[in-house]
């Protein structure tokens, strides 16, 4: 059965969720790239270091993104939503994103020496000291979901 998520499914299923896609799109490109992220309620929050993405993104801040728990085939949830970039610059803004990255994060890696592969460490003060780590929000205007179930 192919179906359309509720409102309540689609908060709980991006509030769930540890990784989904954005896409952007710039200067006639379009670019899709997976993003470990955190949603709190409003927005989506993510961090990056400089490179594509976050130059497209600048260009262009309105953004799509994706998500999605697949079990199989036929028994699937996706969430689309539709929102706009906005990098996070006031240092009190940017250690509360980051707590939430890393409350979200840290728990999923497995092995007790595991370290995420870049961008930050366990304590959200260190915030791009040692590299030019982007934090930004993704200020949601939209929100749909399907599902299908066997």
């Not at 409102?7 to 896609?21: A, D, H, T």
């Not at 470990?36 to 989506?44: H, K, R």
């Not at 979200?104 to 961008?119: D, F, N, R, Y």
Request: hydrophobic content about 40%; some cysteine.
């Amino acid at each position: 059965m192919l179906g359309e998520l509720n409102e309540k499914q689609i908060e709980s299923l991006l509030k769930e969720l540890p990784v989904g896609r954005i896409g952007c799109h710039a200067d006639g490109i379009t670019y899709i790239v997976p993003v470990n992220f955190v949603y709190d309620g409003l927005n989506l929050y993510a961090h990056s270091a400089k490179g594509m993405k976050i130059d497209m993104m600048r260009k262009n801040p309105d953004v799509c993104f994706q998500a999605d728990a697949i079990t199989d085939l036929q028994n699937w949830e996706s969430v689309i939503c539709w929102g706009k970039f906005e990098e996070i610059t006031d240092m009190m803004e940017r250690e509360h994103a980051m707590q939430k990255i890393i409350n979200k994060v840290i728990p999923l890696m497995k092995g007790e020496t595991a370290q995420p592969s870049h961008g930050f460490t366990s304590d959200a003060s260190d915030v791009g000291f040692e590299m030019e780590l982007i934090l930004y929000k993704i200020i949601l205007n939209k929100k749909t979901g399907r599902f299908e179930k066997e």
